[in-house]
């Protein structure tokens, strides 16, 4: 039986993949950067006694999450647990924004996030046994001016998982959707806001310490997880808040200083 990480050559997936391995996991790790993904693999492999098998794949290219899928069938690996952690953002006005860049975000954070889940959920539910980890951001609750695809690509997400774990409900299969807030990675840097006023204004956990949060909730098989007291606060009174109100408020934050 395996775990299969996406996104796992940095941030959350790189210490999700850490994590599983130190509780006993055997790995399917795969990102886009090989170099990348070998180094973790020999470091996870050099402390745990766990399997570690890479798969190079850049999963914002159409049909990759299928080439995926058939790779580790044919192989024979068994895939207990599902980690769609792979996702990038960008940050600036629609308008100016790459649509390539855009559209590539939907079919990294939406399309094979989807196409994953579908392809591996049958077996777990003949099986009677699986779990499914699909990574969102506390970006999914509101708009977001500035970063509306990535918004929008989180909010679906979220509401993706929520229904397929209601749909799941005494099938012996659980979705969890993590849901961190600004986290120290390299994510901030690769969407292009690393010098937002929001996250000089806001102590950011580590990638760590987000991802044992993470692991912890989907053993326990939590719906919805939201790191971090704050975030938790925050995401509540939002629903209180008026919509033009919440877009208002977001708008003011995603300015650069």
Known sequence: MYTLITGASSGIG??????????????ILTARSEEALHHLAHEIRNQNKVHVEVIPQDLGIVGSAKQLYQHINEQGWEVQILINNAGFGDHGFFTHSSLEKQTHMIQLNITSLTELTHF??????????????NVASTAAFQPGPFMSVYYATKAYVLNFSEALSEELQGSGVSVTTLCPGPTLSGFQKAANFSNLAILKMMKQPTSKEVAEYGYDSMMKES?????GFKNQMLVQIARFIPRFVTRKIVKALQKRR
């Open 120 to 133: 591996f959920l049958s077996s777990m539910i003949q099986r009677r046994n699986g779990k499914i980890l």
């Open 14 to 27: 790189y210490e999700l993949a850490k994590v599983c391995a130190q509780h006993g996991h055997n790995l």
């Open 223 to 227: 719906v919805v997880a939201i790191h």
